[in-house]
């Protein structure tokens, strides 16, 4: 061949690595973890969505990572300890104090500074809640958006009401109202001889979910965890330990609950309601679409209402229920932050967080999205407003309070857990139980 | 070769080295680094010596509880093993045919991983679905769901038995080795002398098991001590903390609650328990084997 | 002497037959359940053998589940473990035999109490080492651990085994001109086969059924192990029984198998080993 040739391939050689090649090169790929990936319509909703930032932003690459609800704290810790660890990731808010302390989670201040305004013209930050802001934020820095927000409500089973003849549309006002219902509607619906419906299920094994389960009883009779400076354990107060003896003498005393509590986890529960093993449990905007899952045969949309979680009588507290808030945060061993940033700014974005509404359910910690800006002229999602489910959840995000943001938190409520599993298998009685519970939670503070 | 011109005595520390290295890097350094942890505060930045760990974990009841709990599970499995294993290694080792049969259908719950065996007895343990309850009730020997994993007074017990199921066989084998190298005429001239089965078991059986036996508990003791997959996967240490085997403990606090520093302390108390409880079999089985 | 062995006869097969029952039951369970429908492993009260015959949870698991990845997974870190371990403990088992040199009892001592320090000490200092050098995650991780932590008895089983071989046989042969090196495969490696065999399957047994290292030194899908697989099936919403079996029967297949091979060197190994005079 004539050296023009070769000049000539080689130039147009070059040519072609110097067009093509950077395509290539800035191909960038982020790991998007999230444990809601394991729910089947959940898992549609986010791959859809993830296709709309992929469409929009051609040069990024999303790969979808499992994990498990209950080990996911464990995974993402363990992970970003060794230097490694999931660029977009999905967090409850349970963890994260823990984690902001440990450093796991990069610092998306300077992001959310340089994005300016939000599209009704205030600061990029103003359409979220502020008590969810405050769950995100350490010192005035923030490591984290804030995803779904939903009060914890109860949920009740009008069929199985009506069968007990109970009246299908005054729900449980008082704690004391709930237990005669429950007592009604613990009974034997197949003539057997044996019980094989109970008034309420809920979580007793260790996990993640009982928190969630559990606070709504602990406020509503005027408890609290711990002082309101998060130094001492307040559950030695008469409040907490009423609350904590009535939720133990549910399954104990009155057996309401059905055997084998202290195995249940949050999704047991939900299969107990579906199956019609129980007619009342808390929870809150994921609820419905998981048991319709579960037994399209039950109609849960139709066969279920949600009611604000009864209150104690002879208390009037100002929080009666608590709060679930997911976070979607940045792991702090990412390789590409603005990309990331990206990617979580479209996951928490007005359109995608009215699709998880109308794929899942779950509301949004927007309060575009969730209600609260009529003062600005900006309604809520129509959807979300008129679902009949999502209107109570919404409406009791008034009186719902997060559990303490302290770092120690995964151990104090563990600490507690482990209390109830003692007190409801008779180890201890409820008193002893709580009591020594107090004292742990005290030394871990220490 | 180069290699001939070192002493042969120094060729011996050659021979060995690899094997030190390996277990200095992933034995002895990390080792070394869980101690320094254990003397650091909790979740703090920099080292800094401190006792506080140590001093915590003595007023610590949870740790105590876990300590007892420790001590009664590996205790429990240890003595069942050792019961269970002489009983079948005796039966194994009398006249009886197909003997190759019995001992590969004995040996077979070793070999499965503990996680699969913990994940097995679990559904057997399970009150409405499992085996276990179905036979007793079909039986007529109980009359309602028994809670065996959730129930705080049964939890152990049961851990206990599926640990038997898969570690007796290990047990088993080497007491079986240890009464196939006694001899035969010892027994015959004990009945000629008119000895009892009793008396001959007593008087043969036993001491000539000795240096079997010995190494058997040992090795059990230390491998049970360090159990994590079974609790792992039938109890998690529940419920409350009546299965919380102090491998549980550690994993929980620093896997889930990230007390490094801490989870750090009590493996390394752990440890040195561990080390002075084995010490005496070490020095026994060191010494036998030196033999020269 | 008849009526003695009679007795003690009948009483080894009662004991026998017992443990017979005992040891399958468990695995007879196991069996049945991976052949049940979802539904028919919910059934009050359970049936022992399942009524419809499913192969459904085998193919759930087998196909469309990560499962033949985990086991990929398993088998390469159990077979290099194993392989690893036997070699280097073959060289300290032999060093230690066969030369003599200051602080032997001392050295062979230290070996031996590595094997006390708990798993649980380790994982967390080992796993910042890993990632500082970048293996964290990585089944050569895996590997450099389990071959570490199943030395210290492959290397006094093997030792024990040369320790058989008359030091007499080795000098022979030396002074017959062989290097050290043919006087090993000729005079010794055929005496402890066995014991290598033993050995191999054993750390095999340890790295294949191993949770704690696996489940604190990796995160990711593509490096995990049967045993991370199934307790990972464990901690979702529902635990599906027949999917969980199936699972499990088929992690439990390698060790058995290997077993039931070389069965005879292993106990030959165990006792050769662990029982001397």
């Known amino acids: ?446 | 070769m180069k290699f001939f011109k070192i002493k042969p005595c120094h060729q011996g520390y050659l021979f060995i080295l690899p094997c030190f290295i390996m277990l200095f890097l992933v034995l002895g350094f990390p080792a070394l680094m869980a101690v320094v942890n254990s003397f650091t505060p909790i979740w703090a930045k920099k080292f800094t010596f401190t006792f506080d760990n140590y001093v915590k974990l003595m007023q610590d009841p949870v740790f105590w509880n876990s300590f007892r709990v420790s001590l009664l599970f590996v205790g429990g499995t240890v003595i069942l093993h050792f019961l269970i294993g002489l009983v079948v290694a005796l039966a194994l080792n009398s006249q009886i045919r197909a003997r190759k049969f019995f001992r590969v259908l004995a040996l077979l719950p070793w070999t499965v991983p503990d996680v699969i065996s913990g994940l097995v007895w679990r559904y057997m343990y399970n009150p409405t679905q499992g085996i276990i309850n179905y036979l007793l009730m079909k039986s007529g020997l109980v009359d309602t769901y028994i809670e065996w994993l959730a129930s705080p007074s049964l939890a152990m017990p049961s851990v206990i038995l599926a640990d038997v199921w898969r570690g007796y066989p290990f047990v088993m084998v080497i007491l079986l080795a240890g009464l196939q190298a006694i001899p035969r005429q010892l027994y015959e001239a004990a009945e000629v002398d008119g000895a009892s089965a009793i008396q001959s078991f007593w008087y043969i059986t036993i001491p000539s098991l000795t240096r079997a036996i010995v190494v058997a508990l040992a090795l059990d003791t230390i491998w049970q001590f360090r159990r994590f997959g079974l609790i792992y996967t039938m109890t998690q240490g529940g419920p409350g903390h009546t299965t919380e085997i102090f491998s549980m403990l550690v994993y929980k606090q620093y896997f889930k609650f990230f007390n490094f520093e801490y989870a750090s302390c009590i493996a390394v108390f752990m440890a040195i328990i561990l080390f002075v409880v084995s010490l005496p079999y070490l020095k026994l089985i060191v010494m036998g084997s030196k033999g020269e | 002497m008849s009526k003695l062995k009679l007795k003690s006869t009948s009483v080894a097969y009662l004991v026998l037959g017992f443990i017979c029952v005992y040891n399958l039951m468990p695995f007879m369970w196991m069996l049945s359940t991976s052949l049940k429908t979802l539904q028919e492993s919910y059934a009050i009260p359970p049936t022992l053998w399942p009524r419809d015959l499913t192969l459904s949870a085998y193919s759930k698991v087998l196909v469309y589940g990560n499962f033949p990845l985990y086991f990929a997974n398993s088998t390469i870190v159990a077979l290099s473990t194993a392989l690893f371990s036997t070699f280097i403990g073959l060289l300290a088992g032999y060093g230690f035999s066969r030369f003599f040199f200051k602080g032997k009892a001392l050295l062979m001592g230290i070996i031996l109490s590595s094997q006390m320090l708990p798993g649980v000490l380790l994982v967390g200092p080992y796993f910042k080492m890993l990632s500082a050098v970048g293996l964290y995650d990585t089944r050569t991780g895996l590997i450099i651990a389990f071959t570490t932590i199943t030395l210290p008895f492959s290397t006094w089983m093997l030792k024990g085994f040369i320790d058989t071989v008359p030091v007499e046989l080795d000098e022979a042969a030396m002074v017959d001109g062989c290097s050290r090196l043919r006087t090993f495969f000729s005079v010794i490696f055929p005496t402890i086969a066995p014991g290598m065999v033993a050995t191999i399957i054993f750390a095999f047994l340890l790295a294949w059924g191993d949770l704690l290292w696996c489940l604190s030194l990796t995160t990711s899908e593509s490096v995990a192990t049967v045993t991370l697989g199934l307790t990972r099936l464990v901690t979702q919403f529902r635990i599906i029984w027949p999917e969980l079996m199936a699972g499990s029967v088929v992690g439990a297949l390698p060790p058995i198998a290997l077993y039931l091979l070389l069965q005879n060197y292993l106990i030959e190994g165990l006792t050769r080993g662990a029982v001397k005079e």
């Not at chain 1, 599209?119 to 502020?130: C, H, N």
């Not at chain 1, 979580?203 to 389960?213: C, D, K, M």
């Not at chain 1, 309401?256 to 019609?276: F, H």
């Not at chain 1, 002893?432 to 519970?437: F, V």
Request: aromatic share 12%.
């Open chain 1, 1 to 446: 061949m004539s050296r023009k040739k070769l000049v000539v391939i080689g130039l147009v050689i070059s040519g072609l690595i110097f067009a093509i090649g950077p395509c290539y090169a800035q191909k960038i790929t982020l790991v998007f973890s999230d444990w809601h990936l394991t729910e089947p319509h959940w898992e549609q909703a986010l791959k859809e969505g993830i296709a709309v930032f992929e469409a929009e932003n051609p040069e990024i690459k999303v790969k979808l990572d499992y994990v498990s609800y209950a080990e996911k704290e464990t995974k993402y810790a363990t992970a970003l300890e060794a230097g490694k660890g999931p660029d977009v990731f999905h967090l409850h808010a349970y963890s994260m104090r823990s984690f902001i302390e440990r450093g796991y989670l990069y610092d998306i201040t300077e992001f959310i500074e340089k994005e300016g305004s939000c599209w009704y013209g205030k600061d990029f930050l103003d359409p979220w809640y502020p008590q969810t802001l405050e769950l995100v934020s350490k010192d005035g820095r923030y490591y984290g958006l804030p995803g779904d927000f939903m009060a914890m409500v109860l949920f009740r089973n009008k069929k199985l009401f009506q069968e007990a003849g109970l009246p299908t549309d005054i729900p449980p006002r008082t704690w004391d109202d709930f237990l005669a219902y429950a007592k009604k509607l613990t009974r034997d619906r197949n003539n057997d001889g044996r019980v094989d419906t109970w008034g309420f299920g809920t979580v007793g094994a260790i996990s993640p979910g009982f928190e969630l389960r559990f606070t709504p009883v602990l406020f509503s009779h005027g408890g609290s965890y711990l002082t309101p400076d998060n130094k001492r354990c307040a559950l030695d107060t008469p409040e907490a330990k009423r609350a904590f003896k009535f939720f133990i003498e549910l399954y104990t005393r009155y057996g309401v609950i059905p055997p084998g509590v202290t195995a249940r986890n949050p999704g047991d529960v939900r299969e107990q309601l579906a199956t019609e093993e129980v007619a009342m449990i808390l929870g809150s905007g994921w609820t419905v679409p998981i048991v319709d899952g579960l037994n399209p045969d039950l109609k849960a949309s139709e066969v279920l209402e949600a009611s604000p979680v009864p209150v104690a009588a002879g208390v009037s507290p100002k929080y009666t229920t608590t709060a679930w808030l997911s976070t979607w945060v940045i792991g702090r061993n990412t390789k590409y932050p603005e990309a990331a940033w990206k990617l979580l700014r479209h996951q928490t974005s007005k359109p995608m967080t009215e699709k998880w509404f109308r794929d899942a359910r779950v509301l949004s910690s927007r309060r575009d999205v969730s209600g609260g800006l009529e003062s600005l002229g900006i309604t809520g999602y129509n959807e979300l407003l008129f679902d009949k489910f999502a209107r109570v959840i919404a409406g009791e995000l008034a009186h719902a309070k997060f559990v303490p943001q302290v770092k120690e938190w995964p151990q104090i409520i563990e600490t507690v857990n482990t209390a109830v599993q003692e007190a409801f298998t008779k180890a201890k009685s409820p008193e002893q139980a709580l009591s020594e519970a107090c004292r742990r939670i005290n030394s871990i503070l220490k």
